[in-house]
């Protein structure tokens, strides 16, 4: 007997009765993207690993542990993506999308880190990623996380707090990274082995440790927001007082720095209590002098990226139900002569009726079965046909949701009268009724 094959750790499948909630995530989601003028793209799974090297960071933790990275059959170093912000900033300045030009642009898809898989964190997760390009101002910032915001509500998410911080410019924060390094040299001995390792080469992330042993020290670190220059912090000011304006609340937390090189001046993260220890929900922030970093003439840039599932985690945590699509006809049919003609007939309805949903019963089963399987589908209505029916070139209509009565049409008139009767579709229910 062959060995039996599973999954990948921390690479999931996603079961047909999960995939309502996603759907909802990501129909949302493009929804309000058109509405903010925002377009799709769509960039490759795998890239060059030198590109989120440069990007994201030689000292991060995502470059130096956590990457899918290999070598091909032609001696290219690539990587698969951990994130979607480099990959579209590459796209955009291959493709000369921001020569002399303003962007709002959004993907989605999955991406991989090698990390310990736990609740809320996978090695291949999903994002929706928002990106804007072209736009110094901190009017983008506030117009960004009002974009977030509404979709919590379209969800029905809630219990979602906002933290935001400014990172200053990267002399602002080099002259920080001076200040935080002497800190916490001066008290190695309480730091932990993690910590330690951050000291040499990325020192902001120690203030994003989460053992509670460093948590006092942490407290005790100083605070980038009072090393700011004045043009940060006048562009920190104005978001803030933007954001307020909009009636969305935030925290300032002088913690905030985010795990990737690449950010400047305003960062943001919403957080909840209902997912243990994977609190981020929705993380982003400024990264004006990524494109140039990455071959492109200087542009301002900001953006963010949600993991669909903690977002779905959150949905189900909260008992929000998740629209189904069920047919809205079941087609019954009872006898060889009924499935013959059946089959032809649930094409001229599918034609007649597009988006409705037609599902006709297959195998065969007594008519008490078939009925039961209707019922189980999910379908608004019955359309019966036995051997009688299709002999006289009619079709019993029964509601199952109703206490209508059957009726019985000839089948030139049963897609103009289903029609009529069927002005919205999408019944909660499975989509088949075995």
């Not at 690993?49 to 542990?65: C, K, M, N, P, Y």
Request: aromatic content about 8%; hydrophobic content about 40%; proline content about 4%.
């Amino acid at each position: 007997m062959a060995e039996k094959l599973q999954a990948i750790r921390g690479m999931n499948d996603l079961l047909a009765d999960q995939l309502p909630f996603w759907q909802q995530v990501e129909s949302a989601a493009r929804e309000l993207f058109a509405d903010y003028g925002y377009r799709e793209m769509r960039v490759p799974v795998v890239e060059h690993a030198q590109l989120f090297q440069r990007s994201i960071g030689e000292h991060t933790d995502i470059v130096e542990r956590e990457m899918y990275s290999f070598e091909d059959r032609g001696g290219d170093r690539l990587s698969l993506r951990p994130e979607a912000t480099a990959g579209l900033v590459r796209a955009a300045i291959e493709h000369g999308l921001l020569h002399n030009q303003r962007q709002r642009l959004w993907t989605s898809g999955p991406m991989f880190r090698h990390e310990r898989p736990q609740q809320g964190r996978y090695r291949q997760f999903h994002q929706i990623d928002c990106e804007a390009f072209g736009y110094p101002g901190p009017d983008i910032d506030a117009e960004v996380i009002q974009l977030s915001a509404r979709l919590w509500r379209k969800l029905g998410i809630r219990d979602l707090s906002l933290s935001v911080n400014s990172l200053g410019t990267p002399d602002a924060r080099r002259r920080y990274r001076a200040v935080l390094v002497e800190y916490f040299s001066a008290r190695r001995a309480e730091l932990d082995a993690d910590s330690r390792r951050r000291l040499e080469g990325n020192p902001l992330r120690i203030l994003d440790s989460k053992n509670p042993a460093m948590r006092a020290l942490v407290d005790g670190a100083p605070r980038l927001v009072d090393h700011l220059d004045d043009e940060s912090r006048r562009h920190f000011d104005r978001f803030l007082d933007l954001l307020a304006g909009t009636g969305i609340a935030a925290e300032v937390d002088p913690r905030l720095v985010r795990g990737l090189d690449y950010y400047t001046r305003t960062v943001f993260e919403w957080r909840t209590t209902a997912l243990g220890a994977q609190d981020a929900v929705c993380s982003g922030g400024r990264y004006d002098g990524l494109v140039e970093l990455l071959g492109g003439e200087p542009t301002p840039a900001i953006g963010w990226a949600l993991g669909i599932e903690r977002v779905v985690g959150l949905m189900q945590a909260a008992g929000i139900a998740a629209a189904e699509a069920a047919p809205a006809i079941y087609l019954v049919m009872s006898g060889e002569r009924a499935e013959r003609a059946g089959l032809a007939l649930a094409e001229r309805l599918r034609d007649a009726l597009p988006g409705a949903g037609v599902l006709a019963n297959m195998e065969g089963g007594s008519f008490k079965a078939q009925m039961k399987r209707a019922d189980k589908s999910g379908a608004a209505y019955a359309v019966i046909v036995g051997d009688d029916e299709a002999a006289r070139g009619v079709a019993a209509v029964k509601s199952l949701r109703t206490g209508a009565a059957q009726q019985e049409w000839s089948w030139d008139e049963l897609p103009g009268r289903l029609a009529a009767l069927v002005p919205a579709v999408g019944v909660s229910g499975n989509n088949d009724g075995r």
